[in-house]
């Protein structure tokens, strides 16, 4: 059964700000969908606590919030507030999460032995062996340092970034330069005076 809400949580001072909201429009907005405030929320009331039905106070509102308007106030607890994911949305991104993490280890870090890549299929299961935490709203970069220093311990990596420089006649280069920009990104491209095209990948 889906659930049919869950609840966001603001945190400040002593007190708990929450609101009702339908549980997958509130994850679209929290992941920067422009959404419309009012399609996310069941109620326009603001709790102290939702589970109990404890509404906040209009003092205590305009305390922390300097407005009484509800809908700007769930707004910024939106924003800043923390939103309680269903089973079934928290493992629907944690996955997605890991397929970036698998991917960003194959593509950035090899063996040290034979300079090739992991399997993804390896990286996967040492991800699971070392229990790695990962968090669904924390950005690829800013978490990927603790993965892979425990990865380590089980799996050698060596982080490998190598140039490829490209030179193309001048009778291919037209058509090949279409080519490169859709392999990757290109680090430089260089006309030669005799119509040769130079790329670095």
Do not use: C
């Amino acid at each position: 059964m889906v659930d049919k809400f869950t609840i966001v949580r603001l945190s400040a001072g002593n007190e708990k700000f929450e609101i009702l909201v339908k549980p997958d429009p509130a994850l679209e907005y929290k992941l920067g969908k422009k959404i419309d405030i009012s399609n996310i929320m069941i109620s326009d009331e603001i709790y102290s606590d939702a589970n109990k039905g404890t509404r906040i106070s209009t003092e205590k509102l305009m305390k922390h919030f300097k407005t009484a308007d509800q809908l700007e106030i769930a707004k910024q607890i939106m924003a800043k507030g923390d939103l309680n994911l269903n089973t079934d949305q928290r493992r629907k991104m944690i996955e997605e999460k890991k397929k970036q993490i698998v991917q960003y280890i194959n593509k950035n870090f090899v063996d040290p032995k034979t300079h090739m890549p992991h399997p993804i299929s390896r990286i996967n299961a040492v991800l699971d062996e070392a229990r790695v935490a990962i968090d669904p709203f924390k950005r690829l970069e800013d978490q990927i340092k603790n993965i892979i220093d425990p990865l380590r311990k089980i799996l050698p990596l060596k982080s490998e970034i190598l140039e490829l420089t490209v030179t193309v006649p001048a009778q291919f280069s037209g058509q090949s330069f279409s080519v490169f920009k859709s392999i990757g990104e290109m680090k430089s491209e260089q006309w030669l005076s005799n119509g040769s095209l130079q790329v670095v990948l």
